[in-house]
């Protein structure tokens, strides 16, 4: 079962978030952003996804860094199904991070990622995008007497504990 989603997705690749439920396996989500980039990046998403269950159905751990990045055993269940880590592009040293559609998988897919581009163009004016993110209101701007001052962002209950020390100047960040 696939969900749409109009939010973009979290980064969490854990294995908690999928359950089976009536014979049907919930837990891909789609989102607006991944839509948008077209039927290619659909379906490498969608076959990411799938790596990540069958790794889920063996029982095989396959992310590192609390779900962040993925291990050797994505990798390979990831290559089983049509994905390759891009040749230009070194792992880094928590794990892989994003492989890539592979010709053949996209030409077995061609028909339904035909497919797939028409249906993206009827759900994507029905989808409300997220707004952009801003600045949280809460956080106050704080500035530093450096030349340029450095700048930060900190809630009001965390300045109000005590003055925040520049490493570099030695002085107290102040509203800027």
């Given at each position: 079962?696939?969900?749409?989603?109009?939010?973009?997705?979290?980064s969490d690749h854990g294995?908690?978030?999928?359950q089976t439920a009536d014979g049907l396996l919930t837990g891909l989500v789609v989102d607006s952003t991944t839509l948008s980039a077209g039927p290619d990046a659909v379906l490498t998403h969608?076959?990411?996804?799938?790596?990540?269950?069958?790794n889920w159905l063996r029982g095989t751990k396959d992310t590192t860094t609390r779900g962040a990045y993925h291990n050797?055993?994505?990798?390979?269940?990831?290559?089983?199904?049509?994905?390759r880590w891009p040749e230009d592009v070194e792992p880094n040293y928590r794990g892989w991070?994003?492989?890539?559609l592979?010709?053949?998988?996209?030409?077995?897919?061609?028909?339904?990622?035909?497919?797939l581009?028409?249906?993206i163009e009827q759900a994507l004016p029905a989808l409300t995008m997220p707004r952009v993110s801003r600045p949280r209101r809460d956080r106050e701007k704080i500035a530093c007497e450096c030349d340029p001052p450095r700048l930060a962002r900190m809630s009001q209950l965390t300045l109000a504990k005590g003055p925040v020390i520049c490493g570099v100047c030695d002085q107290p960040f102040a509203p800027a």
């Open positions: 079962m696939i969900t749409i989603s109009a939010s973009p997705a979290g294995p908690e978030r999928w969608v076959l990411h996804e799938a790596a990540h269950v069958l050797r055993n994505f990798l390979a269940a990831a290559e089983e199904l049509g994905l991070a994003a492989p890539v592979t010709d053949e998988a996209r030409q077995r897919f061609k028909s339904h990622t035909a497919a581009a028409d249906a």
